[in-house]
T-cell receptor, first 114, second 110 residues
Framework: ETGVTQTPRHLVMGMTNKKSLKCEQH?????MYWYKQSAKKPLELMFV???????ENNSVPSRFSPECPNSSHLFLHLHTLQPEDSALYLC?????????????FGSGTRLTVV | GENVEQHPSTLSVQEGDSAVIKCTYSDSASNYFPWYKQELGKRPQLIIDIRSNVGEKKDQRIAVTLNKTAKHFSLHITETQPEDSAVYFCAASPGNQFYFGTGTSLTVIP
């Protein structure tokens, strides 16, 4: 798969578990994003990274912890989640933050918290 | 911050008819307006975009119009086909991030 790759595609976790979502982009982009997609709601921006530096954190609870070790990889570490955190988590990348180029999205991780 | 509203939330059209999806935005600083198509179980994909210095843009059966004064922009799909069935998202960007609409579920009936 080319472009933006997310793993796993599906994840079921208990409220006390710790898990991580992974995103990898092969496009040479400098910006990466985490979005949450819930039914009947707009795509919610969670975090923005530019050249491995976090530039935006949209009031996301601390049970979500992002990590960007390099410009090609982005992780979302999850711990003590709530059932309302069940959603599709989408990773996206773009050439740069602040320049209006379209995003390239990954296929998402469908997360279910039980 | 920016607030994007999208209508309708669901839309059904007969194959061959046109479909129109409308979005409004609140921040006059927004200058880039992409549209994304998300088929069931798949990732959102950019289908067309428009910048604030342009009033209309066309790409085959898809067109987008922008009215900066009224702060609204629309997606037009002509001669719809069953493969156009998907959820369509509009977005507005003042430059730092995208603000998305709530999506329109389009069903094209064969």
């Amino acid at each position: 798969e080319t472009g933006v790759t997310q793993t796993p595609r599906h994840l079921v976790m208990g409220m006390t578990n710790k898990k991580s979502l992974k995103c990898e982009q092969h496009l040479g982009h400098n910006a990466m994003y985490w979005y949450k997609q819930s039914a009947k709601k707009p795509l919610e921006l969670m975090f923005v990274y530019s050249l491995e530096e976090r530039v935006e954190n949209n009031s996301v609870p601390s049970r979500f912890s992002p990590e960007c070790p390099n410009s090609s990889h982005l992780f979302l570490h999850l711990h003590t989640l709530q059932p309302e955190d069940s959603a599709l988590y989408l990773c996206a990348s773009s050439q740069a933050v602040g320049f209006n180029y379209g995003y390239t999205f990954g296929s998402g991780t469908r997360l279910t918290v039980v | 911050g920016e607030n994007v509203e999208q209508h309708p939330s669901t839309l059904s059209v007969q194959e061959g008819d046109s479909a129109v999806i409308k979005c409004t935005y609140s921040d006059s600083a927004s200058n880039y307006f992409p549209w994304y198509k998300q088929e069931l179980g798949k990732r959102p994909q950019l289908i067309i975009d428009i910048r604030s210095n342009v009033g209309e843009k066309k790409d085959q059966r898809i067109a987008v119009t922008l009215n900066k004064t009224a702060k609204h922009f629309s997606l037009h799909i002509t001669e719809t086909q069953p493969e156009d069935s998907a959820v369509y998202f509009c977005a507005a960007s003042p430059g730092n991030q995208f603000y998305f609409g709530t999506g329109t579920s389009l069903t094209v009936i064969p």
